[in-house]
T-cell receptor, first 114, second 115 residues
Framework: DQQVKQNSPSLSVQEGRISILNCDYTNSMFDYFLWYKKYPAEGPTFLISISSIKDKNEDGRFTVFLNKSAKHLSLHIVPSQPGDSAVYFCAASDGSSNTGKLIFGQGTTLQVKP | NAGVMQNPRHLVRRRGQEARLRCSPMKGHSHVYWYRQLPEEGLKFMVYLQKENIIDESGMPKERFSAEFPKEGPSILRIQQVVRGDSAAYFC?????????????FGPGTRLLVL
């Protein structure tokens, strides 16, 4: 039962353009969402998060949007840079568990072409 | 300011052997999470520990897997009698407090290969 889904396994964009990565979830108890970036042979690196009381959070080139009614969030990267090429994971915190464990999507591989 | 440390980075074991994976959380962090990533999949929660306590082990296989976080020293994930299906990347994460809105910071992972 995949509670967090990233339906696009890969995305390719041109340098300087916008990258939009999408994530859907099914559990309405989720109330904290995070995006991590992962390079090969490294651990995930925290990028940005959003709580369910907000619909947008921005940090530099990264913006996360949350649509609770659609159970959908997205990560916008603008402008995209070649160094952004990595696997991006969306994760959600299970509010009912009260332990903070994260439920991850399968990941989307972003390639930014120079 | 060191991040989360994991060792070894790579571990090769034959079927039936034991694997011990170690994790030292970030300084000041007393909460440790273990996740496993199988090939071509996302990370899956295994266990959440605080010092000397297992808080949530709902993601741990019932047999052969155990975890501890002693008062002194790193957290240990132990896999007994490894099988080929245990081959995966095992990531440890730490946070300073519990809570559903605490960011978890990950280590570089241990890549376990079972021959």
């Amino acid at each position: 039962d995949q509670q967090v889904k990233q339906n696009s396994p890969s995305l390719s964009v041109q340098e300087g353009r916008i990258s939009i990565l999408n994530c859907d979830y099914t559990n309405s108890m989720f109330d904290y969402f995070l995006w991590y970036k992962k390079y090969p042979a490294e651990g995930p690196t925290f990028l940005i998060s959003i709580s369910s009381i907000k619909d947008k959070n921005e940090d530099g080139r990264f913006t996360v949007f949350l649509n609770k009614s659609a159970k959908h969030l997205s990560l916008h990267i603008v402008p995209s840079q070649p160094g952004d090429s990595a696997v991006y994971f969306c994760a959600a915190s299970d509010g009912s568990s009260n332990t903070g464990k994260l439920i991850f999507g399968q990941g989307t591989t972003l390639q930014v072409k120079p | 300011n060191a991040g989360v440390m994991q060792n070894p980075r790579h571990l090769v074991r034959r079927r039936g052997q034991e694997a011990r994976l170690r994790c030292s959380p970030m300084k000041g962090h007393s909460h440790v999470y273990w996740y496993r990533q199988l090939p071509e999949e996302g990370l899956k929660f295994m266990v959440y520990l605080q010092k000397e306590n297992i808080i949530d082990e709902s993601g741990m296989p019932k047999e052969r897997f155990s975890a501890e976080f002693p008062k002194e020293g790193p957290s240990i994930l132990r896999i007994q009698q490894v099988v080929r299906g245990d081959s995966a990347a095992y990531f440890c994460a730490s946070s300073p407090r519990t809570g559903i809105m605490e960011t978890q910071y990950f280590g570089p992972g241990t890549r376990l290969l079972v021959l």
